[in-house]
């Protein structure tokens, strides 16, 4: 079996001998977070597809890191992470593209 790469942005590569990619978004603060005054915890590194997680209440301590298949920050649209994701797979691969969306913390 031989394993064909496909590029579709400068971010994402697929190995099209797997099946499932992890990819993460990290959306911005809602009103409620920005009223509370609640702290930014959440870096992405999207070039290296990584979220690393700071501890709110000791930020001298190491943040937990992650890797992903890809890693989208607060800025990316959800226009962008479909043309650079959902797109390639639902239309030109006639693959199945499953999201789970997190609506509030906890």
Do not use: H
Request: charged share 25%; with cysteine.
């Amino acid at each position: 079996m031989y394993e064909t790469l496909l590029k579709f942005s400068s971010l994402q590569v697929f190995r099209m001998a797997e099946a499932v990619k992890v990819i993460v978004r990290c959306r911005p603060m809602n009103e409620r977070e920005k009223g509370l005054k609640c702290k930014d915890v959440v870096d992405i590194d999207g070039r290296m597809a990584r979220c690393s997680i700071t501890n709110p209440d000791d930020r001298s301590a190491p943040p937990k890191t992650f890797t992903f298949d890809g890693a989208y920050d607060t800025a990316s649209s959800t226009e962008q992470i479909y043309a650079d994701i959902g797109f390639p797979l639902v239309e030109v691969f006639d693959a199945t593209a499953v999201s789970f969306l997190s609506t509030k913390p906890g």
